[in-house]
Nanobody, 118 residues
Framework: QVQLVESGGGLVQAGGSLRLSCAAS????????MGWYRQAPGKQRELVAV???????SYVESVKGRFTISRDDAKNTVYLQMNSLKPEDTAVYYC????????????WGQGTQVTVSS
C-alpha cells in the first residue's frame, strides 16, 4: 500500500516562503505525474502545479513566477517551493501522484495547511 506523507505547511506572513514536501512510501512506478492541489474554505479543490516524469511542468496562472514544483525520483518525493506568498494562497495543500497507463494508480496525501497572514 502506497502512502503519501506531506510536510512543510505552516503560518507565514505575506511575502514569505514555504517549501512543501510529499514523500511516497511503498513500491511505486516512477513514470507518473506528480502534482499539488489546494482547497480554500468554501472553494473547490484546484490544481496548483504538476510535473511529469520527464520534468515538464505546468502551473495555475495565479502562482506562475512564485511557485516552483520539482521532484526527486530516487526519493519518490515531490516538492513545492512557494515564494512571495499572498493571503489568497491560504488553503489546505494536497499532493497527488497518478499514473494513467497500466499499472494505473492515483494516490493522495492527507493535506497540509498553509496560512498566509496579511
Amino acid at each position: 500500500q502506497v502512502q503519501l506523507v506531506e510536510s512543510g505547511g505552516g503560518l507565514v506572513q505575506a511575502g514569505g516562503s514555504l517549501r512543501l514536501s510529499c514523500a511516497a512510501s511503498g513500491r511505486i512506478f516512477s513514470v507518473n505525474v506528480m502534482g499539488w492541489y489546494r482547497q480554500a474554505p468554501g472553494k473547490q479543490r484546484e490544481l496548483v502545479a504538476v510535473i511529469t516524469y520527464g520534468g515538464s511542468t505546468s502551473y495555475v496562472e495565479s502562482v506562475k513566477g512564485r511557485f516552483t514544483i520539482s521532484r526527486d525520483d530516487a526519493k519518490n518525493t515531490v516538492y513545492l517551493q512557494m515564494n512571495s506568498l499572498k493571503p489568497e494562497d491560504t488553503a489546505v495543500y494536497y499532493c497527488n501522484v497518478k499514473r494513467v497507463v497500466n499499472p494505473k494508480y492515483d494516490y493522495w496525501g492527507q493535506g497540509t495547511q498553509v496560512t498566509v497572514s496579511s
